[in-house]
T-cell receptor, first 110, second 114 residues
Framework: GENVEQHPSTLSVQEGDSAVIKCTYS??????FPWYKQELGKGPQLIID???NVGEKKDQRIAVTLNKTAKHFSLHITETQPEDSAVYFC?????????WGAGTKLIIKP | GAGVSQSPSNKVTEKGKDVELRCDPI?????LYWYRQSLGQGLEFLIY????????KSGLPSDRFSAERTGGSVSTLTIQRTQQEDSAVYLC????????????FGPGTRLLVL
Protein backbone atom coordinates (compact mmCIF):
# COMPACT_ATOMS: atom_id res chain seq x y z
CA GLY A 1 0.00 0.00 0.00
CA GLU A 2 0.87 3.67 -0.07
CA ASN A 3 3.48 5.07 2.30
CA VAL A 4 4.21 8.78 2.74
CA GLU A 5 7.37 10.09 4.37
CA GLN A 6 7.70 13.72 5.43
CA HIS A 7 10.81 15.74 6.33
CA PRO A 8 11.86 17.51 8.41
CA SER A 9 9.89 16.76 11.56
CA THR A 10 10.71 20.22 12.91
CA LEU A 11 11.71 23.32 10.96
CA SER A 12 12.71 26.62 12.50
CA VAL A 13 13.10 29.66 10.24
CA GLN A 14 13.58 33.37 10.73
CA GLU A 15 10.53 35.51 10.07
CA GLY A 16 10.62 36.66 6.46
CA ASP A 17 12.69 33.71 5.26
CA SER A 18 11.36 30.80 3.20
CA ALA A 19 10.40 27.36 4.47
CA VAL A 20 10.41 24.12 2.48
CA ILE A 21 8.83 20.83 3.56
CA LYS A 22 9.33 17.68 1.51
CA CYS A 23 7.34 14.47 1.13
CA THR A 24 7.90 11.26 -0.76
CA TYR A 25 5.30 8.65 -1.66
CA SER A 26 5.53 5.04 -2.76
CA UNK A 27 2.41 4.35 -4.87
CA UNK A 28 2.94 5.57 -8.44
CA UNK A 29 -0.85 5.46 -8.93
CA UNK A 30 -1.39 8.25 -6.40
CA UNK A 31 -2.84 11.27 -8.15
CA UNK A 32 -3.93 13.74 -5.47
CA PHE A 33 -1.59 15.50 -3.04
CA PRO A 34 -3.02 17.93 -0.49
CA TRP A 35 -1.23 19.91 2.20
CA TYR A 36 -2.94 20.66 5.50
CA LYS A 37 -2.09 23.10 8.27
CA GLN A 38 -3.01 22.24 11.85
CA GLU A 39 -2.96 24.84 14.58
CA LEU A 40 -2.93 23.89 18.24
CA GLY A 41 -6.27 22.52 19.39
CA LYS A 42 -7.84 22.61 15.94
CA GLY A 43 -8.49 20.19 13.12
CA PRO A 44 -6.31 20.24 9.98
CA GLN A 45 -7.21 22.78 7.31
CA LEU A 46 -6.40 22.45 3.61
CA ILE A 47 -3.97 25.13 2.43
CA ILE A 48 -3.14 23.92 -1.07
CA ASP A 49 -3.39 20.78 -3.18
CA UNK A 50 -2.03 19.49 -6.47
CA UNK A 51 -3.05 16.76 -8.88
CA UNK A 52 -0.75 14.52 -10.87
CA ASN A 53 -1.37 16.29 -14.17
CA VAL A 54 0.20 19.49 -12.81
CA GLY A 55 3.83 20.13 -11.85
CA GLU A 56 3.45 23.26 -9.77
CA LYS A 57 0.73 25.33 -8.17
CA LYS A 58 0.92 28.69 -6.39
CA ASP A 59 -1.38 30.59 -4.09
CA GLN A 60 0.09 33.87 -2.87
CA ARG A 61 3.00 32.96 -0.53
CA ILE A 62 2.41 29.21 -0.79
CA ALA A 63 3.47 26.91 -3.60
CA VAL A 64 3.58 23.16 -4.12
CA THR A 65 5.73 21.27 -6.61
CA LEU A 66 5.29 17.69 -7.75
CA ASN A 67 7.87 15.40 -9.33
CA LYS A 68 6.01 12.26 -10.45
CA THR A 69 9.12 10.53 -11.71
CA ALA A 70 10.88 10.83 -8.37
CA LYS A 71 7.61 10.48 -6.46
CA HIS A 72 8.10 13.47 -4.28
CA PHE A 73 6.31 16.74 -3.67
CA SER A 74 7.21 19.83 -1.67
CA LEU A 75 5.55 22.74 0.07
CA HIS A 76 7.19 26.15 -0.21
CA ILE A 77 6.23 29.08 2.00
CA THR A 78 7.86 32.42 1.20
CA GLU A 79 8.12 35.54 3.37
CA THR A 80 7.14 33.57 6.46
CA GLN A 81 5.06 35.29 9.11
CA PRO A 82 4.36 34.46 12.78
CA GLU A 83 0.91 33.12 11.86
CA ASP A 84 2.56 30.47 9.70
CA SER A 85 3.67 28.70 12.88
CA ALA A 86 1.77 25.39 12.96
CA VAL A 87 2.10 21.71 12.11
CA TYR A 88 1.93 20.95 8.39
CA PHE A 89 0.88 17.59 6.97
CA CYS A 90 1.26 16.24 3.46
CA UNK A 91 -0.92 13.44 2.13
CA UNK A 92 -1.30 11.33 -1.00
CA UNK A 93 -4.15 9.31 -2.45
CA UNK A 94 -5.45 7.59 -5.57
CA UNK A 95 -8.94 7.14 -4.22
CA UNK A 96 -10.85 8.46 -1.23
CA UNK A 97 -8.33 7.35 1.36
CA UNK A 98 -5.61 9.89 2.15
CA UNK A 99 -2.31 8.50 3.41
CA TRP A 100 -0.72 11.08 5.67
CA GLY A 101 2.83 12.08 6.44
CA ALA A 102 3.88 12.35 10.09
CA GLY A 103 3.84 16.15 10.09
CA THR A 104 6.31 19.02 10.27
CA LYS A 105 6.27 21.49 13.13
CA LEU A 106 7.12 24.89 11.63
CA ILE A 107 8.47 27.49 14.04
CA ILE A 108 8.82 31.10 12.90
CA LYS A 109 11.42 32.97 14.91
CA PRO A 110 10.86 36.73 15.38
CA GLY B 1 -21.84 28.47 6.70
CA ALA B 2 -21.47 25.92 9.48
CA GLY B 3 -18.44 23.68 9.36
CA VAL B 4 -17.98 20.18 10.72
CA SER B 5 -18.88 19.99 14.39
CA GLN B 6 -17.91 17.35 16.91
CA SER B 7 -19.04 16.61 20.44
CA PRO B 8 -17.97 16.39 23.11
CA SER B 9 -14.82 18.50 22.69
CA ASN B 10 -13.21 16.64 25.59
CA LYS B 11 -14.00 13.31 27.21
CA VAL B 12 -12.40 11.75 30.26
CA THR B 13 -13.44 8.19 31.01
CA GLU B 14 -12.36 5.25 33.08
CA LYS B 15 -10.79 2.18 31.57
CA GLY B 16 -13.46 -0.34 30.61
CA LYS B 17 -16.24 2.19 30.02
CA ASP B 18 -17.91 2.75 26.64
CA VAL B 19 -17.80 6.14 24.92
CA GLU B 20 -19.71 7.69 22.03
CA LEU B 21 -18.29 10.46 19.89
CA ARG B 22 -20.51 12.47 17.59
CA CYS B 23 -19.85 14.18 14.25
CA ASP B 24 -22.10 16.55 12.35
CA PRO B 25 -20.76 16.95 8.80
CA ILE B 26 -21.25 19.90 6.51
CA UNK B 27 -24.75 19.84 5.04
CA UNK B 28 -24.77 18.25 1.61
CA UNK B 29 -21.49 16.41 2.02
CA UNK B 30 -21.93 12.75 1.11
CA UNK B 31 -18.54 11.51 2.34
CA LEU B 32 -17.57 11.30 6.01
CA TYR B 33 -14.29 10.15 7.56
CA TRP B 34 -13.09 9.33 11.05
CA TYR B 35 -9.42 9.61 11.96
CA ARG B 36 -7.41 9.13 15.13
CA GLN B 37 -4.46 11.36 16.00
CA SER B 38 -2.16 10.43 18.84
CA LEU B 39 -0.07 13.14 20.52
CA GLY B 40 2.45 14.58 18.08
CA GLN B 41 1.56 12.06 15.40
CA GLY B 42 -0.05 12.05 11.99
CA LEU B 43 -3.59 11.02 11.20
CA GLU B 44 -4.64 7.38 11.27
CA PHE B 45 -7.61 6.49 9.06
CA LEU B 46 -10.40 4.67 10.88
CA ILE B 47 -13.54 4.51 8.72
CA TYR B 48 -15.13 6.06 5.62
CA UNK B 49 -18.80 6.53 4.73
CA UNK B 50 -19.98 7.48 1.24
CA UNK B 51 -23.66 7.93 0.58
CA UNK B 52 -25.57 4.70 0.87
CA UNK B 53 -22.57 2.50 0.12
CA UNK B 54 -21.19 0.05 2.64
CA UNK B 55 -18.60 1.84 4.80
CA UNK B 56 -14.89 1.11 4.53
CA LYS B 57 -14.05 -0.11 8.03
CA SER B 58 -10.54 -1.27 7.18
CA GLY B 59 -8.88 1.21 9.54
CA LEU B 60 -10.72 0.29 12.73
CA PRO B 61 -8.02 -1.02 15.11
CA SER B 62 -10.16 -3.62 16.90
CA ASP B 63 -13.71 -4.90 17.21
CA ARG B 64 -14.17 -2.57 20.18
CA PHE B 65 -14.49 0.24 17.66
CA SER B 66 -17.63 0.76 15.58
CA ALA B 67 -19.29 3.61 13.77
CA GLU B 68 -22.58 4.36 12.16
CA ARG B 69 -24.01 7.12 10.07
CA THR B 70 -27.71 7.73 10.31
CA GLY B 71 -29.68 9.20 7.45
CA GLY B 72 -26.54 10.00 5.53
CA SER B 73 -25.69 12.81 7.94
CA VAL B 74 -24.69 12.55 11.60
CA SER B 75 -22.15 9.90 12.54
CA THR B 76 -21.32 8.29 15.87
CA LEU B 77 -18.05 6.55 16.68
CA THR B 78 -18.38 4.12 19.58
CA ILE B 79 -15.49 2.68 21.54
CA GLN B 80 -16.43 -0.18 23.86
CA ARG B 81 -14.45 -1.25 26.92
CA THR B 82 -12.00 1.63 26.50
CA GLN B 83 -8.30 1.05 27.08
CA GLN B 84 -5.59 3.59 27.96
CA GLU B 85 -4.09 3.23 24.48
CA ASP B 86 -7.36 4.59 23.07
CA SER B 87 -6.44 8.01 24.44
CA ALA B 88 -6.08 10.32 21.44
CA VAL B 89 -7.82 13.05 19.47
CA TYR B 90 -10.58 11.68 17.27
CA LEU B 91 -11.12 13.80 14.18
CA CYS B 92 -14.08 13.75 11.82
CA UNK B 93 -13.98 15.14 8.28
CA UNK B 94 -16.50 15.45 5.48
CA UNK B 95 -16.23 16.12 1.77
CA UNK B 96 -18.69 16.88 -0.99
CA UNK B 97 -18.06 13.53 -2.56
CA UNK B 98 -15.14 11.18 -2.09
CA UNK B 99 -11.92 10.72 -4.00
CA UNK B 100 -9.86 13.81 -4.67
CA UNK B 101 -12.17 16.14 -2.80
CA UNK B 102 -11.13 18.55 -0.06
CA UNK B 103 -11.76 17.10 3.37
CA UNK B 104 -13.08 19.58 5.92
CA PHE B 105 -12.22 18.73 9.49
CA GLY B 106 -13.98 19.29 12.76
CA PRO B 107 -12.08 20.43 15.87
CA GLY B 108 -11.84 16.90 17.21
CA THR B 109 -12.74 15.14 20.44
CA ARG B 110 -9.91 14.72 22.93
CA LEU B 111 -10.36 11.39 24.66
CA LEU B 112 -8.47 10.53 27.82
CA VAL B 113 -8.85 7.06 29.27
CA LEU B 114 -7.70 6.81 32.89
Amino acid sequence: GENVEQHPSTLSVQEGDSAVIKCTYSDSASNYFPWYKQELGKGPQLIIDIRSNVGEKKDQRIAVTLNKTAKHFSLHITETQPEDSAVYFCAASRNYQLIWGAGTKLIIKP
Amino acid sequence: GAGVSQSPSNKVTEKGKDVELRCDPISGHTALYWYRQSLGQGLEFLIYFQGNSAPDKSGLPSDRFSAERTGGSVSTLTIQRTQQEDSAVYLCASSFQGAGETQYFGPGTRLLVL
